[in-house]
């Protein structure tokens, strides 16, 4: 009595199961094992972000956003208005976005090599800086719009008053109508050039479709 319980073997038998003690590994090792096989599995089969497969959405914004259109989009000078040293450009209606980017682009690379005469008149001729010193390019594809009371509106602003110019057509429907500005003053040496889909006067108001280019 008292004494640890042989066979017949003379091993010392397991004592039976007892109620309140653990039977089996701790629940603490279990979970920890379960973590770990679920980690690596994981790291086996799900493919890390450099591997994912680009998606339908990435692709097609990728193209969008990085590949011009390979044609140059054809444009004709409507007209230019000295008081504002302001051009009028006249486009396709079917001209693209990524069309108008490359047209306002090429303007400003024409500037930068002193050329944009070849491809726009003078609005500072004689100037010191040169023949485009100031100058507000606006780029429209409708004939309605590309005309000198449009752009006197644009270049009025926004908050100019209204019953100054009753006649005027108003401003927030041309700024709609424009499809591309490029606003060039070589007296601000900081930003001389400025360039967008769209348009924005100078206090911030602009089109539903306003995009900054440069």
Do not use: C
Request: glycine content about 8%; overall charge negative; charged content about 20%.
């Amino acid at each position: 009595m008292g004494s640890e319980e042989t066979n017949q073997a003379g091993q010392p038998e397991q004592a039976p199961y007892e109620e309140g003690k653990r039977a089996g590994a701790h629940p603490f090792v279990v979970i920890v094992g379960v973590i770990l096989g679920l980690w690596l599995l994981m790291w086996l089969y799900i493919p890390s972000g450099k591997n994912r497969p680009a998606t339908m959405s990435d692709s097609v914004q990728t193209t969008v956003a990085d590949e011009p259109d390979s044609a140059p989009v054809i444009f004709k000078v409507k007209g230019t208005i000295p008081e504002v040293n302001a051009i009028i450009v006249l486009v396709p209606s079917q001209a693209t976005n990524s069309q108008i980017i490359g047209l306002l682009k090429r303007f400003h690379a024409a500037r930068l090599t002193h050329t944009l005469s070849t491809l726009l008149p003078p609005t500072t001729p004689g100037h010191k800086l040169g023949d485009h010193a100031v100058a507000d390019i606006y780029v429209f594809s409708q004939h309605e719009f590309s005309n000198p009371e449009a752009v006197r509106v644009l270049a009025r602003g926004a908050h100019a008053p209204g019953e100054f110019y009753p006649q005027a057509i108003p401003f927030e429907t041309t700024m709609e109508h424009v499809r591309g500005h490029y606003r060039i003053d070589l007296n601000d040496t900081a930003e001389p050039d400025k360039a967008s889909l769209g348009f924005a006067d100078e206090s911030g108001v602009h089109s539903k479709h306003y995009r900054r280019i440069f």
